[in-house]
């Protein structure tokens, strides 16, 4: 079973961004714990970052034919990526929308998703640990 793991904008920057609201471990110390759970979980994980909803575009649509599920924290793209969520809704895929943050005790333009509604489910506010939620949850659906 492959998961595609999709970090949106400006996450790249975890550790020194914000770290009071979306922690101090940088984005490759996330990834290197998913990774590890993944093992731990008999699953492969392809990692993908952009800044650009484009690359991100691109990435979901060649590869989400070689996958079985995709769990992706958007960043702000979160809140008016029209383009990106139809590229996850064409992708027929389960999608799993994670934020590190709680955007719903955040600004108001943060608390609207326009991936929330294509999306099989959303992990908020759980920081880094919400990623090994959603794969769980992925995995053990995929096995029922
Ligand atoms: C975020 C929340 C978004 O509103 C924000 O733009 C981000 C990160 C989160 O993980 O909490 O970039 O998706």
Redesign the pocket.
């Given at each position: 079973m492959k998961i595609l793991l999709i970090h949106?904008?400006?996450?790249n920057m975890l550790g020194k961004r914000e770290a009071t609201i979306?922690g101090h471990k940088t984005l490759s110390e996330i990834d290197s714990l998913i990774e590890k759970r993944a093992q731990e979980l008999g699953v492969e994980v392809l990692t993908f970052q952009s800044n650009s909803e484009g690359a991100l575009i691109d990435f979901i649509q060649t590869e989400s034919l070689k996958a079985e599920g995709i769990i992706i924290?958007?960043?702000?793209l979160?809140?008016y990526g029209l383009s990106l969520r139809d590229a996850l809704a064409d992708s027929a895929l389960p999608v799993i929308e994670v934020?590190?943050?709680n955007?719903y005790a955040r600004e108001e333009w943060?608390q609207k998703s326009v991936i929330a509604p294509i999306a099989r489910g959303q992990v908020s506010g759980l920081g880094w640990r919400g990623y090994i939620a959603a794969l769980e949850i992925l995995v053990a659906e995929k096995a029922q």
């Open positions: 949106g904008p400006n996450l979306y924290n958007p960043g702000a979160t809140h934020h590190l943050s955007i943060r």
